[in-house]
């Protein structure tokens, strides 16, 4: 229970007040008040009795004078007729009245010591007001000089506790004199200055290093041992898709909005895997919770850290990079190249197999104007050569990049042009294609071109997996319940073991195939990015040495 410094002077000095008058009041009674009492008591008895003696003296003096006279056949002895004389009986009346004088003396100086008495007891009544008003007095010099300086230190003090360091206590300049309690409050206020002026600089200094790490493109975090966060930077609150403050929250909560740790067969934990010290580093490919859609690379560091004389202590330092952009970019890359391609075949085919076209165009109109089976031949050739003129123009609709234009497109044509483009290369592969095509046309919203590019990715993947030749097949259907073109491209493939098959859409993971060519690994991921995109799913099913299966479900565009 607290208690002030002022409470327990003012109540010291009452208390120690009522106890001296107390004590001082009682011993004056006893010892002098009482004393004086009980010595007038006795005097004044003894005197009484004196008297009362004397006056019996007398009266028997009288009755043996009456005796002798009237009775003088008795005779007395000298001593009883001595005693019947009367200048015995005066010399006793004297006696008496002298003892009268002597008790009314007595009373007298009683009296006069009752006034001293009372004379004494108004002077100690009189100190002991004049003691009490000293205490007073001096319990405000206290107050003046010891309780209000530690007052104003405590109500400093207080507001520092809080967090106010621009708290200072104000000091009168006008004093002549300073004790010691004005050098405390000086120095009390010269260390809150410099407490204010360091953790000033410990934020300026907090503020240059956030402001260095939110500069880093790349999301950073750094973690405790036990997964709480004690440091992150603005691209890292992107990529979970939150404002609010995460600092001092656990990694699985804030990455991917759970209350408990992450289980290891889920995701790659660095936490645990750093521990083990095994290894100082661990790269891994990721996805948070809020941000379903972004492969994130992580590269996550150990790091030890002592200050002075203290216990080292150790935290992960990750760093958090976005493989969107990445993806992005290997599919501009792509298209690119592809247009750089289709360029050149479209100006080397189209010229020669144009001039092809008027030379047989010719041949036939000059020397078969009539039905022949030359001519039949001829006809079938202008119409295969008109098929090869449509090739390059086919590549350079795929080679279009348009990311952002959204417009109808068939679905059933995307395909049919793509297998056209790969028919050469299937044929030569010893690959069959069979397409099993809807007679009704379905129609998608979004980008023919990117559309081409998830049929031509999936199919190159079908061909690289059968070195040996095989079949390819191909089914498009609609789920009218759903709104929904279903697409399942399958082949006779090596397939893809079963470990595997969860990491073939993370960008630049290229085994899913051991035989397939070296590559960057971002095919599988730019196809399930351009599928999302179109608010579609892809979905992959495969069994080691008989096929893969891929199904892409887009929804249809809305009749109305």
Same mark, same amino acid.
Not at 260 to 277: D, V
Not at 339 to 362: D, P, Q, Y
Not at 416 to 433: A, P, R, V
Not at 439 to 454: E, H, I, P, Q, W
């Given at each position: 229970m607290f208690f002030s410094l002022n409470k327990k002077f003012i109540y010291t000095i009452s208390l120690f007040f009522i106890i001296i008058s107390v004590i001082f009041?009682?011993?004056? !009674?006893?010892?002098n008040l009482s004393k004086t009492q009980e010595e007038q008591k006795s005097v004044i008895s003894r005197n009484q009795q004196y008297i009362e003696i004397l006056y019996e003296n007398i009266t028997l003096r009288k009755e043996l004078a009456s005796l002798e006279a009237n009775y003088p056949q008795i005779r007395f002895s000298k001593k009883l007729k001595e005693l019947t004389k009367s200048t015995q009986l005066n010399a006793k009346q004297e006696q008496i009245s002298q003892e009268r004088q002597r008790a009314?003396?007595?009373?007298?100086?009683?009296?006069?010591?009752?006034? #001293? $008495?009372?004379?004494?007891?108004?002077?100690?009544?009189? /100190? #002991?007001? =004049?003691? +009490?008003?000293?205490? &007073?007095?001096?319990?405000? @010099? &206290?107050? $003046?000089?010891? =309780?209000?300086?530690?007052?104003?230190? !405590?109500?400093?003090?207080?507001?520092?506790?809080?967090?106010?360091?621009?708290?200072?206590?104000?000091?009168?300049?006008?004093?002549?004199?300073?004790?010691e309690f004005d050098n405390l409050i000086a120095t009390f206020n010269q260390m809150l200055e410099s407490i204010e002026n360091s953790i000033a600089e410990i934020h300026r200094a907090e503020f240059f290093l956030q402001s260095i790490i939110d500069a880093i493109p790349d999301g950073i975090r750094v973690l405790k041992e036990d997964g709480t966060i004690i440091l992150a930077n603005k691209e890292y609150y992107r990529q979970i898709q939150s404002s609010q403050n995460c &600092?001092?929250?656990?990694?699985?909560?804030?990455?991917?909005?759970?209350?408990?740790?992450?289980? @290891?067969?889920? +995701? #790659?934990?660095? $936490?645990?895997?750093?521990?083990?010290?095994?290894?100082?580093?661990?790269?891994f490919i990721q996805q948070f919770a809020a941000f379903?859609?972004?492969?994130? /690379?992580?590269?996550?560091?150990?790091?030890?850290?002592?200050?002075?004389?203290?216990?080292?202590?150790? !935290? &992960?330092?990750?760093?958090?990079?976005? @493989? /969107?952009?990445?993806?992005?970019? /290997?599919?501009?890359?792509?298209?690119a190249s592809l247009g750089f391609l289709s360029t050149s075949v479209a100006h080397e085919m189209k010229n020669h197999l144009g001039s092809i076209r008027m030379i047989l165009e010719g041949l036939i109109n000059k020397y078969h104007t009539q039905e022949s089976d030359e001519k039949s031949y001829l006809e079938l050739i202008h119409k295969q050569l008109i098929e090869c003129i449509l090739v390059p123009e086919r590549l350079l609709k795929l080679a279009q990049f348009t990311p952002n234009e959204q417009e109808p497109y068939s679905i059933n044509e995307g395909i049919q042009d793509i297998i056209s483009i790969l028919d050469y290369e299937t044929k030569n592969n010893g690959i069959t294609i069979k397409f099993k095509n809807t007679r009704k046309k379905l129609t998608a919203l979004g980008n023919a071109s990117d559309f081409k590019m998830v049929i031509l990715n999936l199919m190159q993947n079908a061909i690289k997996a059968m070195p040996q030749g095989g079949e390819i097949a191909i089914h498009l259907a609609e789920d009218k319940a759903q709104n929904q073109a279903q697409i399942a491209i399958s082949d006779t493939g090596i397939g893809i073991e079963k470990d595997k098959l969860s990491h073939i859409f993370e960008p630049f993971y290229s085994q899913g195939h051991a035989t397939q060519h070296t590559g960057t690994g971002l095919g599988l991921a730019i196809v399930k990015s351009i599928i999302e995109k179109q608010n579609g799913t892809i979905s992959v099913t495969s069994t080691p040495r008989v096929g893969t299966c891929f199904t892409i479900k887009i929804p249809l565009q809305n009749k109305k």
């Amino acid at each position: 229970m607290f208690f002030s410094l002022n409470k327990k002077f003012i109540y010291t000095i009452s208390l120690f007040f009522i106890i001296i008058s107390v004590i001082f009041l009682y011993a004056f !009674y006893v010892i002098n008040l009482s004393k004086t009492q009980e010595e007038q008591k006795s005097v004044i008895s003894r005197n009484q009795q004196y008297i009362e003696i004397l006056y019996e003296n007398i009266t028997l003096r009288k009755e043996l004078a009456s005796l002798e006279a009237n009775y003088p056949q008795i005779r007395f002895s000298k001593k009883l007729k001595e005693l019947t004389k009367s200048t015995q009986l005066n010399a006793k009346q004297e006696q008496i009245s002298q003892e009268r004088q002597r008790a009314d003396a007595v009373i007298k100086n009683y009296n006069e010591r009752y006034e #001293t $008495l009372e004379e004494s007891f108004r002077i100690i009544l009189i /100190s #002991t007001l =004049l003691f +009490f008003l000293a205490m &007073i007095v001096l319990w405000l @010099l &206290i107050k $003046l000089w010891v =309780l209000t300086p530690i007052e104003k230190l !405590y109500e400093a003090s207080n507001q520092v506790a809080k967090g106010e360091y621009g708290s200072r206590i104000h000091q009168d300049t006008k004093h002549c004199t300073y004790d010691e309690f004005d050098n405390l409050i000086a120095t009390f206020n010269q260390m809150l200055e410099s407490i204010e002026n360091s953790i000033a600089e410990i934020h300026r200094a907090e503020f240059f290093l956030q402001s260095i790490i939110d500069a880093i493109p790349d999301g950073i975090r750094v973690l405790k041992e036990d997964g709480t966060i004690i440091l992150a930077n603005k691209e890292y609150y992107r990529q979970i898709q939150s404002s609010q403050n995460c &600092i001092g929250q656990k990694c699985y909560h804030s990455s991917q909005k759970q209350d408990y740790p992450c289980s @290891l067969s889920q +995701f #790659t934990c660095p $936490l645990a895997i750093l521990k083990e010290g095994k290894t100082s580093n661990l790269k891994f490919i990721q996805q948070f919770a809020a941000f379903p859609n972004h492969p994130l /690379s992580i590269n996550a560091a150990y790091m030890m850290f002592r200050h002075n004389k203290e216990a080292p202590q150790k !935290y &992960i330092v990750e760093s958090i990079r976005d @493989l /969107s952009e990445d993806i992005r970019f /290997s599919h501009q890359q792509k298209v690119a190249s592809l247009g750089f391609l289709s360029t050149s075949v479209a100006h080397e085919m189209k010229n020669h197999l144009g001039s092809i076209r008027m030379i047989l165009e010719g041949l036939i109109n000059k020397y078969h104007t009539q039905e022949s089976d030359e001519k039949s031949y001829l006809e079938l050739i202008h119409k295969q050569l008109i098929e090869c003129i449509l090739v390059p123009e086919r590549l350079l609709k795929l080679a279009q990049f348009t990311p952002n234009e959204q417009e109808p497109y068939s679905i059933n044509e995307g395909i049919q042009d793509i297998i056209s483009i790969l028919d050469y290369e299937t044929k030569n592969n010893g690959i069959t294609i069979k397409f099993k095509n809807t007679r009704k046309k379905l129609t998608a919203l979004g980008n023919a071109s990117d559309f081409k590019m998830v049929i031509l990715n999936l199919m190159q993947n079908a061909i690289k997996a059968m070195p040996q030749g095989g079949e390819i097949a191909i089914h498009l259907a609609e789920d009218k319940a759903q709104n929904q073109a279903q697409i399942a491209i399958s082949d006779t493939g090596i397939g893809i073991e079963k470990d595997k098959l969860s990491h073939i859409f993370e960008p630049f993971y290229s085994q899913g195939h051991a035989t397939q060519h070296t590559g960057t690994g971002l095919g599988l991921a730019i196809v399930k990015s351009i599928i999302e995109k179109q608010n579609g799913t892809i979905s992959v099913t495969s069994t080691p040495r008989v096929g893969t299966c891929f199904t892409i479900k887009i929804p249809l565009q809305n009749k109305k």
